[in-house]
């Protein structure tokens, strides 16, 4: 069992986000339980266990008292850029809003950055120069395009 759990605080939807969450990210990734305020599936969820990516979080319908900021956020790292394509399309869907340099906010107000692994190896490049130029293209996008920043990486357009 994994030691520290993210616990996520809703109002009044969080089975409405576990669900959303599970069908993005499917691979190892399930509702463990619903916890309800009744003994019937209509009942209200109180609270939820669920998994992404075999990562464990738990969510609980707290009410309209405090709302997700940008303070907190979940990194996605991303292999190929049709990941990120996925994953960004899907996140956005019923109301997410994009942000910059591969940030977003999810329909519950979730902020998730969704990032190629390259970028950090770029970004880490013994080329100051290298990735200086990577960084400033990241700054200039709102989703990350791999093959932007490979291009900045090379030098290209210079």
């Not at 309209?64 to 996605?76: C, G, Q, R, T």
């Not at 293209?137 to 090379?154: F, N």
């Amino acid at each position: 069992m994994q030691k520290i759990t993210p616990f996520l605080w809703f109002d009044g939807n969080a089975e409405e986000a576990v669900n959303f969450y599970v069908s993005v990210f499917k691979k190892n990734s399930k509702v463990l339980e619903m916890r309800r305020a009744g003994d019937t599936d209509a009942a209200p969820v109180v609270s939820a266990t669920f998994q992404l990516h075999g990562q464990r979080f738990m969510a609980l319908n707290g009410g309209p008292h405090y709302k997700f900021s940008e303070a907190i956020s979940l990194f996605v790292d991303c292999e190929t850029q049709e990941e990120v394509d996925e994953l960004w399309s899907k996140l956005l869907q019923g109301g997410g809003q994009p942000q910059q340099c591969g940030w977003l906010k999810d329909r519950f107000g979730l902020s998730w950055q969704i990032i190629p692994s390259v970028l950090g190896k770029m970004l880490g490049d013994k080329d100051p120069e290298k990735s200086r130029r990577v960084m400033e293209a990241m700054l200039g996008m709102v989703k990350i395009d791999i093959q932007g920043l490979q291009r900045a990486y090379d030098g290209a357009g210079k």
